[in-house]
């Protein structure tokens, strides 16, 4: 099926003769940006007559879609004549003359502007409200009254809507539009921030750095140039001041401007309405609101704001994005964020800023990573333990792996594995453990100084997330309470849940839950276990030699596959868990809501992905005992590492889950939105052919709304799994937490972003309807999260260099055993000694090739021989080495901990330049408050010869706007104590003000 995005828009037709009709043009500013306006605008120009308006208030619902047929029997009305005296870029060429090319891009082009519009072609179309009359629930009387009641109580609101003839596939398409008086009333109910009127002195120069540093950051930029945003094709966006909305100080705002109130803005006013509205005339149902109530009824089918065109219309933001920010081209190419943040809202903004951030500090940890690679393997012939296995003069024979089925084996059958096992165990790990614990650490600190900067440049400082507003579920299941607390923030009466009889009931059941989920993930961990030693006892009884040879190999990759697929099940349930808890616990606000939501996931999914990634690194093969006194559990051994301990598993595991449930998921992301989308494409198409089985030609289906419908809903939460997926659980658990026994963890983490960052994108910007803007003040409790994380990869990261690598007995053996501090001779010395006649019954091998008499086998421990006084008793050695690794563990934590103290008190949170830059713009923002009011008061009065200087001739204003002030100056001026005027020398000339 063709892609409709492909495909042609077909505009309206205009039926006046002679005069220009009303139409929004599309106007790409290329300076001079505001912080609030995208980089296109939709400027209407009010010209028409009221002849015009009549004719265009005539037209039928016909008027916004018209036949093929229709359309070649128009008129041609000009557009070219538009001219608006600027320099602006603006469409040549009449819609008419687009519409006869046939051509699907020229079509597109203008089609995609008007069907943004009301059928007047002024009024934007804000939301669209989707419902099916082909389904039988919503043709029922009671979901029929439920969207007269809910549409009266839109227009109740303020909000303005419009029909759209019902479609051949049954589908009815409402258009929603807020006009100014709506967004005015719900901007100051929202307490959005928005820009003020620019007034003389405004602009904030930069402050000067030094010389050197100028010089050489010029010359990274010049190298860097290539990849940084095309400043041609994004252009900077200029930061306002801006202020708290409030409609008893409108003049502070500039209103007029066309794009005061943004498409976002305007989406977000209409969702928050949306969901807030009620559809029954009755009380009795606490619950008979929102949009999204109706839609589980069925009453509506979808709900969205429109996309400002399809991805064949290069005069569309989205157009721009999916060309120059998701293509895959760019992947190497910086993001263009503050076009981001505007298209899609501040929090899906805020994810691609941390992702892009994320991945550009894990290229130093990659570099680290492969140079650590590098040289174990230029050091792996080197090794002489490994040398030792493959190529020893004697015959080494290991103690049976299993009861009676498994015979003596020869230790030189694992070379391969004793070789693999060395290029993740070497002196490198612990050096790269240190330095990875120092990089999350620094990583942590830099996103803090970096999102400090964002939230700046996005005019997020100061949000309180207390001052937002309450859930409507929230307010609805504590409809009957009694019981109110002041809040002290929004200083208003909100209901309190009662805590003994809510709140301490849903905490148990949380808990219980959680605690019996755990369990599951338990027992599933154990049950690869038992594959495990089952696979590995089937084919050690085979006893080829190639086959014992990979036997550790083989059972390792399969059972950590059979643990992946566990992992993506189990994730299904754990999600659809951890909403249901979080709904039933009352919480008060949306961004509670989310944190508990997240916290709960990641609790549940961190058991979920590294249970047997633990169990792997800290207690297989730890307690295992020695022949004839294995420590058994239900009558069976516990699982043994093999020679040189468990870490090769151990990376075996990590890389199979890290690179396997990546590759995984990236599938998923992009098949399950195009099947959900042909589903959705499927419903649009039904009803286009005619009784004889052609297709009908009609172009109602590329309108904009319609293309819209046929995407994929974006979710309140569908940036969970993004986070998950990248930040905290699996790939930064992965990349800090395990690092030590998977070096090149860093390195496929960079491979993976670098293209889910654009995929991502891609996602976004063709599968998906435009989100609703959401404003947030930092990522959250991801945050903590991640801070949790690399707190615990300290204490993980020693824990695997002294129990599961090998490392501290080598380490040891060269100290104190060695004569010339080398490795020669610790196989030998890492290996005990059994005599075979020991074995008890039904634990001796059942069959012996070629009826070969083994008197002693081998087993790793450090244990007496059998000819000692304290036979099978732990040696002095192990002692020595116990205490070794205890003592590593203890320096190790206090070395890092250490470091990571004086790194974060090197690097304060906020750059100091841009406190002092904060503090002046909240001054700078007071005072053009002040002086405003001062012009207004004196307009307002009735004496004609006040005046009131104006904030160009104001000394202290022109003082505050200098860049010579120092800090302490201007703490002068802020208390209002005068600064001495500067001398008539000043660096900043007035021109600069």
């Known amino acids: 099926m063709k892609e409709d995005d492909e495909e042609a828009s077909v505009p309206w037709i205009q039926n006046s003769v002679n005069s220009t009709p009303a139409i929004d043009l599309y106007h790409s500013i290329q300076s001079d940006l505001n912080i609030g306006s995208v980089h296109t605008l939709y400027h209407s120009i009010l010209n028409s007559s009221s002849n015009d308006v009549a004719n265009m208030s005539s037209l039928n619902s016909m008027h916004s879609a018209i036949s093929m047929e229709d359309i070649q029997q128009s008129r041609n009305n000009d557009l070219s004549t538009l001219y608006t ?117 405004m602009k904030i120069p930069e402050n000067h750095s030094n010389t050197l540093i100028k010089e050489v950051n010029s010359l990274f930029n010049r190298i860097m140039q290539k990849y940084y945003v095309d400043q041609t094709i994004f252009p900077n966006l200029k930061h306002n001041f801006t202020a708290v909305y409030s409609r008893d100080k409108e003049y502070l705002f500039d209103l007029d401007s066309p794009n005061f109130f943004t498409a976002a803005t305007r989406a977000r006013v209409v969702q928050f309405i949306l969901d ?28 969205y704001p429109l996309h400002d065109g399809d991805l064949q219309s290069p005069d569309s933001m989205r157009y721009l994005l999916y060309n120059e920010w998701a293509s895959l081209k760019k992947c190497l190419h910086y993001q263009p964020l503050d076009y981001i943040k505007e298209y899609f809202g501040v929090k899906i903004g805020l994810y691609f800023a941390w992702l892009g951030f994320y991945t550009h500090m894990l290229i130093p940890a990659s570099i680290v990573g492969l140079l650590c690679f590098i040289y174990s393997c230029a050091t792996l012939y080197s090794n002489k333990p490994s040398e030792d296995v493959c190529n020893g003069n004697g015959t080494i024979e290991m103690c049976p792996l299993c009861d009676h089925f498994c015979g003596y084996w020869n230790l030189k059958e694992t070379c391969l594995h004793a070789r693999i096992t060395y290029l993740f165990d070497n002196p490198s790990t612990v050096f790269f453990s240190v330095f990875m614990s120092l990089w999350a650490t620094l990583f942590l600190e830099l996103w803090k100084r970096y999102s400090a900067e964002i939230t700046h440049k996005w005019d997020l400082t100061g949000l309180d997330a207390q001052e937002e507003h309450p859930r409507p579920q929230y307010l609805a299941r504590l409809a009957h309470i009694k019981k109110k607390s002041l809040n002290i923030v929004t200083n208003t009466e909100e209901p309190r849940v009662p805590f003994w009889k809510m709140r301490v009931p849903v905490k ?113 093969g730890k307690f295992v005992g020695y022949p004839s006194r294995y420590n058994r559990f239900f009558k069976y051994r516990q699982e043994e590492c093999g020679p040189g301990g468990c870490l090769m598993e151990l990376c075996i595991q990590l890389s199979i889950i890290m690179i396997g449930k990546q590759a995984m998921t990236t599938v998923l992301e992009m098949l399950f939105p195009l099947f ?71 390195f496929f983490a960079l491979l993976n972003n670098v293209l889910e960052m654009r995929l991502d994108a891609k996602k976004l910007l063709k599968m998906y309807r435009r989100p609703v803007g959401q404003r947030v003040i930092n990522i959250g409790i991801w945050y903590r999260i991640l801070d949790s994380i690399s707190k615990l990869s300290v204490i993980t990261n020693a824990f695997i260099i002294a129990f599961t690598s090998n490392f501290i007995p080598r380490l040891v053996y060269q100290m104190t055993v060695s004569d010339n501090y080398s490795l020669e001779g610790f196989l030998e010395h890492s290996l005990s000694k059994f005599n075979t006649s020991e074995l008890t019954n039904g634990t001796e091998p059942f069959s012996v090739p070629n009826n070969e008499h083994v008197e002693i086998c081998r087993y790793p421990d450090y244990r007496e021989p059998p000819d000692s006084p304290n036979k099978y008793q732990y040696t002095i050695m192990f002692w020595h080495v116990l205490a070794a690794r205890l003592t590593f563990i203890v320096v190790f934590e206090n070395v890092v901990a250490l470091v990571m103290i004086l790194v974060r008190w090197c690097i304060p949170n906020m750059n100091p330049k841009l406190r002092d830059k904060i503090r002046r713009e909240a001054y700078i923002t007071n005072e053009i408050i002040i002086q405003q009011e001062a012009l207004r008061a004196c307009e307002r009065s009735a004496d004609g010869s006040e005046r009131v200087t104006s904030l160009s001739e104001n000394p202290s204003w022109n003082r505050v706007m200098r860049n010579s002030l120092s ?12 600064v001495p005027s500067p001398n008539t020398h000043s660096r900043v000339s007035p021109a600069a003000l």
């Not at 109740?156 to 967004?183: C, D, M, S, T, W």
């Not at 009755?282 to 109530?293: Q, Y």
């Not at 419908?709 to 937490?737: A, C, D, H, N």
């Open 85 to 201: 005296g600027t320099n602006e870029i603006i469409i040549d060429g009449s819609c008419t003359d687009l519409r006869n090319n046939r051509s699907s891009s020229s079509v597109s082009k203008c089609g995609a502007l008007f069907s943004l519009y009301f059928r007047d072609e002024i009024r934007t179309i804000d939301f669209v409200l989707v419902w099916d009359e082909h389904n039988a629930e919503a043709q029922t009387y009671r979901n029929t009254e439920y969207r007269r009641v809910f549409e009266k109580n839109l227009e109740k609101e303020g909000l303005q809507l419009e029909y759209e003839q019902a479609e051949p596939n049954g589908l009815n398409f409402i258009k929603i539009h807020a006009p100014r008086e709506v967004l005015r009333r719900y901007a100051e109910i929202l307490k959005l921030r928005l820009p003020m009127k620019e007034l003389p002195g």
């Open 276 to 303: 807030r509205t009620r559809f029954t005339e009755s009380d009795n149902d606490d619950f008979a609101f929102g949009i999204e109530r109706l839609i589980s009824e069925n009453a509506y089918v979808a709900t």
């Open 508 to 620: 148990i059941l949380s808990f219980s839950v959680i605690i019996l989920l755990v369990a599951t993930e338990m027992a599933a961990v154990l049950a690869v276990v038992l594959y495990r030693m089952s696979v590995l006892i089937a084919l050690s009884v085979y006893g080829h030699p190639m086959v014992t040879s990979y036997a550790i190999l083989f059972t390792t990759a399969t059972a950590a596959s059979i643990n992946l697929c566990c992992i993506m099940v189990f994730n299904w349930v754990y999600v659809w868990l951890a909403e249901y808890l979080t709904e039933i616990e009352l919480l008060r606000t949306q961004t509670e809501f989310d944190d508990s939501l997240t916290l709960k996931i990641y609790l549940l999914e961190f058991v979920n992905y590294y249970g047997s990634i633990f169990y792997i690194a800290f207690f297989k």
């Open 676 to 746: 959900y989308k042909w589903l959705n494409t499927l419903k649009v198409h039904v009803g286009m052919k005619t009784s004889n089985g052609q297709k009908k030609v009609t172009t109602r289906k590329y309108l904009q709304w319609i293309k819209d419908y046929k995407l994929v809903e974006w979710g309140p939460r569908s940036l969970f799994p993004e986070y998950l997926e990248m930040g905290s659980l699996l790939q930064y658990g992965f990349v800090t937490i395990f690092v030590a026994a998977f070096p090149l963890a860093p």
């Open 967 to 978: 800090t302490s100056e201007f703490d002068l001026e802020i208390h209002g104590n005068s």
